[in-house]
């Protein structure tokens, strides 16, 4: 028995570069978080879908029929980019933060830490997890609004860029967020009070040329704003901000808590007493 | 050739609280070492710094030659380790928790099939490999950890107290199961509770208490010190008509069953004559198991006091 599994030690030892050895371990954190959010997709993907399909009927049918155009457009197709990109956001985040976080809770994140995975890689893993879902819950989401609106495809690179940008700088945020918690009600915090705010007053729902210049100043300070414009710009080809100041403030972003989240993985704070 | 050295390693926990008071440790290639210590002595504290799941204030360890700071890479290659907790998700399958550990060393899951089929095999859990992990009976789960660490080969496996809650007929597969992984050069180290465990299996030992090592030696030596030696005798007839021996502590336990403390280097000859002469019958004879629970006693007692006096003299 012990024999066998020695003889298969000796015969299969594989000389393999760290690359090689670092490139599968991210496959396997990515396959395993799928593989998780797939499981349990009553929880994950189906509630999205069910409250975007609300909003449609609600905010673009009923009460959008009688508002009009917004910024030229029917008021219903200039609402689902900004919601699209509010699922994509969310759920990055959401995946991430409940992932890493239940995993650190039930220890099961050892199991990594004993590993010669890089901490930039397990960054990665969980990173690109948790933009899958992201992904994956945005085109359930479009999917879903074509039965409402006829889409257009105004810049297909820029949709494709400030999408997966969004959903790795929220991803970002809900693995920093998991680090910090020490129970389940920390992970919601977050977003209940700060990304949910930020996402209704980031023009979803409106263009902030309708608000006073001061509130209009004011709401250039939220990021989320620039996400959700420069998605619609892809889509509709309308924006109230830059596009290009966008894409690099995400880009900037992402490098900001990319560092801190690898620089709080080295010292293993939340992980390592 | 070293399998493990620990150099002036320490560990204040935050509260304050001194773990580990820069003790040294070293274990040979092949070993089977045991790491013994009552509880809070400072034993996980120690695993947990040589698997990276503790951060140490001060020292240094070294796994096959590759230091744990410097040559992270190469020294987590080569440690599998079994802790003392479940720390699996709880939620995937069991194979599922095998073939992802595997690739956190990586190793596909097609390059380790059969050498997770073999693992199954051995550990009684192939028929379970499709089974949440959630559903499994505690030594079962048990052995899945196993199966988990040894999954990509690990030159040094580390358990943390491996049979405890297990039954003893499973516990002894286990012995039989890592007996066996050692044999074949895999180097072991072990935390138990069992002192029995330790005796049966282990070469080497070292006792730590108060974050130091009180002593570090193989178990024949430590035995060694043992200066006498308890016999278990059951037996058959009329103990009242025993006579008197007066170089034998003997002591009745109950009709059937007599305990004979003899000292290091004496005979039992005296014994079985006297016993013949009174007609008893010796119907079978083992040594008392614990042997080495007596001078793990000693020993920790002994540190405790000097611990207690210098703490009374400062």
């Given amino acids: 028995m012990a024999q066998d599994i020695n003889n298969a030690q000796n015969e299969q030892r594989i000389e393999r570069s760290v690359f090689s050895i670092q490139w599968v371990a991210f496959s396997t954190i990515v396959i395993k978080e799928v593989r998780r959010f797939m499981r349990i ?61 239940g995993n650190k809770f039930q220890r099961s994140l050892e199991e990594l830490m004993v590993s010669p995975v890089y901490p930039s890689v397990i960054l990665a893993g969980y990173v690109m997890g948790g933009v899958a879902r992201g992904v994956m819950v945005g085109l359930i989401v479009t999917l879903l609004s074509l039965y409402f609106t006829d889409l ?43 990304i949910t705010p930020l996402t209704y007053l980031g023009g979803v729902f409106y263009s902030i040329s309708l608000l006073p210049e001061f509130w209009q100043n ?23 901000v830059s596009i290009s100041a966008a894409i690099s403030m995400l880009i900037v972003f992402i490098a900001l808590l990319s560092s801190i ?8 704070t939340g992980m390592r007493s | 050739m070293t399998a493990l050295s620990i150099q002036g390693l320490e560990k204040v926990y935050g509260n304050g609280f001194k773990a580990l008071k820069g003790i040294d440790l070293t274990v040979k290639r092949g070993d089977f070492f045991a790491l013994l210590g009552p509880n809070g002595a400072g034993k996980s504290t120690t695993l947990g710094i040589v698997s990276s799941l503790v951060q140490k204030t001060s020292g240094t ?57 073999t693992l199954l095999r ?8 499709n089974e949440s992990a959630r559903m499994l ?37 286990m012995w039989e199961f890592m007996k066996k992984l050692n044999e074949e050069g895999t180097t072991i180290i072990l935390t138990t509770h069992y002192l029995e465990e330790a005796e049966q299996l282990c070469k080497n030992i070292a006792i730590i208490n ?105």
């Avoid at chain 2, 001078?295 to 703490?311: G, I, Y």
């Fill in chain 1, 41 to 101: 997709w009553q929880q994950t993907l189906l509630p999205p879908a069910i409250t975007m399909t609300l909003y449609f009927i609600i905010f673009g049918n009923l009460i959008g029929s009688r508002i009009g155009k917004m910024d030229g457009v029917d008021y219903m197709s200039f609402i689902v980019p900004g919601l699209i990109m509010m699922s994509v956001i969310t759920n990055s985040y959401g995946n991430v933060a409940s992932s890493f976080f």
């Fill in chain 1, 152 to 194: 257009q495809l105004h810049n297909l690179p820029v949709v494709i860029v400030v999408t997966f940008l969004s959903a790795i700088l929220f991803a970002l945020g809900g693995f920093i967020n998991a680090i910090f918690a020490n129970k389940f009600d920390d992970i919601s915090i977050i977003p209940t009070f700060i």
């Fill in chain 1, 218 to 240: 004011v709401s250039m300070l939220n990021p989320i704003l620039y996400m959700v414009n420069s998605f619609r710009y892809g889509i509709l080809g309308v924006s109230d």
């Fill in chain 1, 261 to 268: 989240s690898i620089w709080l993985l080295k010292r293993g």
């Fill in chain 2, 61 to 117: 360890v070294s796994i096959m030659g590759h230091d744990l700071v410097k040559d992270t890479f190469a020294a987590k290659q080569c440690l599998g380790v079994v802790p003392q907790e479940f720390n699996f998700n709880q939620f995937e399958k069991v194979y599922d928790i095998i073939i992802t550990q595997a690739g956190y060393y990586g190793l596909t899951a097609k390059q380790v099939a059969s050498h997770a089929e």
């Fill in chain 2, 122 to 129: 051995a550990l009684d859990l192939w028929d379970k490999r």
């Fill in chain 2, 137 to 173: 009976s505690g030594g079962m789960k048990r052995r899945l950890m196993i199966a988990r660490a040894l999954i990509h080969k690990p030159q040094i496996l580390i358990l943390d107290e491996p049979t405890a809650g297990v039954d003893i007929e499973l516990r002894r597969s």
């Fill in chain 2, 210 to 314: 108060n974050g130091e090592i009180v002593t570090n030696t193989s178990v024949k030596a430590l035995l060694g010190q043992l200066k006498t030696e308890t016999f278990v005798l059951d037996v058959d007839g009329d103990l009242e008509g025993l006579p008197e021996l007066k170089d034998y502590q003997i002591r009745h336990v109950d009709n059937e069953h007599l305990e004979v403390v003899v000292d290091k280097g004496q005979g039992l000859n005296e014994v079985f004559s006297a016993l013949t002469d009174a007609g008893i019958q010796v119907l079978s004879m083992r040594t008392k198991a614990n042997r080495l629970e007596e001078l793990f006693v000693d020993l920790v007692q002994d540190d405790n006091e000097v611990a207690n006096q210098q703490t009374k003299e400062a």
